[in-house]
């Protein structure tokens, strides 16, 4: 193969702009460098240049020549700015992997919360509202109509999951709650409080246990937290009126309200930001992984740090104790009900760990949100505050044991 010499490139390049630009469109030009200037070179065949690729044809062909020969010589021009839209890329990655590190987070706050509460008592009750705003937010623009209506599919295994949401899980907090009043001789609000946390939607960190166990089942999960999070401005209100309204007043309105400004109107935003700006979604998605992190650190560190006196309090174990039973009681009674209705199906259980996630992980921010706001004894914020806590390390629990499980069995 012949060799261009960078000398015999720019006499060849020198000699291309003295062409003319007008050619007729057949014609076709050979050009032979003189001998005396390449004595020795081993370019000797001629080079047949059509006139359509001249002008700027010619152009891009010389620049992508040259780029090559720089590169052969270590001198790309354009590896500076290669270098940075890699190292853009890989930030932009980083970014969007921040919520591997969701249960250490978790682990991390609740311990920094316990033993240096001044840490998260800045961020109070007041930001409760937006922070959890934000992360329905985040769900919204993060979430596409084609995976929902993929999900929509499977209408029987989202009935399934609703069940588990308002209908077992509230039993199992009625069961709990009175058990802490009745059995364990707790204040009255400690008992509203758990019955309170079972009344709210499905919680979004469902989802991501969901997609790091089984990803295919991801959207699915988003449709179920979705659908009963969208009917929360009704659903939680009647019931917290049916579980507690005898034991404390009861502000439906005001609920209603309430998740409506907290809930709703977030996820909407964000799908309609997500549908109508695309390029500013994606401009601003990457970032919003890592701002989840940091926002779900400080909505489970400041619960407890908060309420540090109550949960240190004599009673506290005992909380902790009914809290946990509660949450396991909801984690079994979606994995085997879900089990004796799919078991004979394909995907039998991948659809029991997601449905497990989803009974057993409530979206007890809203719960917490909703006991400072329309509740007067500040105990009743108590339950939430350690459901926060307690579910999050239960389903991420769950996720390690399961994806472990998953592992060795493809092995």
């Known amino acids: 193969m012949s060799v261009i010499t960078p000398i015999e490139t720019l006499h060849l390049k020198s000699t291309l702009r003295l062409l003319p630009r007008c050619l007729p469109r057949n014609q076709q030009i050979q050009l032979f460098p003189p001998n005396n200037i390449f004595p020795n070179s081993s370019f000797t065949s001629p080079i047949k240049i059509n006139p359509i690729s001249q002008g700027v044809g010619s152009r891009i062909l010389w620049r992508r020549y040259a780029s090559d020969e720089f590169s052969d010589m270590g001198l790309d021009p354009g590896a500076d700015s290669n270098k940075m839209n890699n190292e853009k890329d890989s930030i932009v990655e980083t970014l969007k992997k921040a919520n591997s590190i969701l249960p250490q987070v978790v682990l991390a706050s609740t311990v920094l919360a316990l033993v240096y509460p001044p840490s998260f008592t800045w961020f109070t009750s007041r930001y409760f509202v937006p922070a959890l705003g934000f992360l329905m937010f985040a769900v919204g623009i993060n979430s596409n109509e084609k995976d929902f209506l993929e999900a929509f599919k499977r209408p029987k295994a989202i009935l399934l999951g609703y069940v588990g949401q308002y209908l077992i899980k509230p039993i199992l907090g009625f069961i709990f709650g009175l058990a802490a009043v009745s059995l364990f001789q707790l204040p009255t609000p400690i008992g509203a409080g758990i019955m309170l946390v079972s009344c709210v939607s499905g919680a979004q960190l469902s989802n991501y246990a969901t997609f790091l166990t089984d990803p295919s089942l991801a959207p699915l999960s988003i449709v179920m937290t979705s659908l009963s999070t969208a009917t929360a401005v009704l659903v939680t209100p009647m019931l917290s009126l049916l579980l507690i309204g005898k034991k ?115 979206s007890s921010l809203l719960a917490l949100a909703l006991a400072t706001r329309f509740f007067e004894d500040p105990l009743v914020g108590i339950p939430p505050a350690v459901s926060t806590v307690v579910m999050s390390l239960m389903g991420f629990s769950l996720v390690m044991i399961w994806s472990n499980e998953k592992r060795m069995k493809q092995v």
């Open 248 to 362: 404390l007043p009861v502000d439906v309105k005001g609920m209603i309200s309430s998740i409506l400004q907290v809930v709703l109107a977030p996820i909407a935003a964000g799908l309609l930001l997500n549908k109508l700006f695309p390029k500013v979604s994606n401009a601003i998605r990457p970032f919003l992984p890592i701002l989840s992190v940091l926002d779900t650190a400080c909505c489970v560190g400041a619960p407890l740090a908060l309420n540090i006196s109550s949960v240190m309090s004599p009673f506290g174990a005992t909380i902790l104790l009914l809290v946990t039973m509660f949450h396991l009681s909801a984690f079994l009674a979606g994995y085997f009900l879900t089990g004796s209705v799919f078991g004979n199906a394909p995907d039998g259980k991948a659809l029991q760990r997601t449905l497990s996630y989803e009974t057993g992980m409530q």
